[in-house]
């Protein structure tokens, strides 16, 4: 039997078979296309609470159906005073778009969903520093005054005089004594 023989015969090879095992390939792609499509569900914000903590620091408290992976990226601006974070694959359960909030530090958020990531923007009172961390199916937002930071790091001219006082001078170059 020779080679064009053997390549002929109905099934060993040739343009049907690969138009089967092409067949077969794209079956088996589909199947982990829609597995992978279905394992990244996006998550959800489910409830959204503000709380004033004991130091006098505004805590947002986001619950999410499932845990993130990441805590959301986010900035701030300082004109006008805002904070925006961005939770990656994740969708907003809220009932509104819009929240107003009373708190000193804090007038609304407002939730935008585009494409796969929902927005927050925090519109504040006055400029603010934030941190976020994730605790369990939630991810936490403290918001602290910057007049707070910023006032703790100043010092008076009397603090800056003792300590330009006591600051040791530069050594004089030339023979030691």
């Given at each position: 039997m020779n080679a064009y023989r053997v390549a002929r015969r109905p099934g060993w090879g040739g343009p049907a078979a690969a138009r089967g095992w092409i067949a077969r390939f794209a079956g088996i792609a589909a199947v982990f296309v829609a597995g992978a499509a279905l394992?990244?569900?996006?998550?959800?914000?489910?409830n959204v609470s503000v709380t004033r903590g004991a130091s006098g620091n505004t805590i947002v408290r986001f619950e999410?159906?499932?845990?993130?992976?990441?805590?959301?990226?986010?900035?701030?601006?300082?004109?006008?005073?805002?904070?925006?974070?961005d939770f990656f694959d994740t969708a907003s359960g809220l009932a509104s778009n819009q929240r107003a909030v009373e708190d000193p530090a804090l007038r609304s958020l407002q939730f935008v969903e585009a494409g796969k990531r929902t927005r927050v923007v925090f519109s504040l009172n006055k400029p603010?520093?934030?941190?976020t961390k994730i605790e369990g199916n939630?991810?936490?937002?403290?918001?602290?005054?910057?007049?707070?930071?910023a006032a703790s790091t100043t010092m008076t001219r009397r603090e800056m005089r003792?300590?330009?006082?006591?600051?040791?001078?530069?050594?004089r170059a030339g023979p030691a004594c």
């Open positions: 394992a990244q569900a996006p998550n959800t914000i489910e999410l159906k499932s845990p993130p992976a990441n805590p959301p990226a986010g900035f701030a601006i300082a004109s006008p005073p805002r904070i925006a974070l603010q520093t934030f941190d939630a991810v936490v937002v403290t918001l602290t005054d910057t007049g707070k930071t003792v300590a330009r006082r006591f600051t040791p001078g530069r050594p």
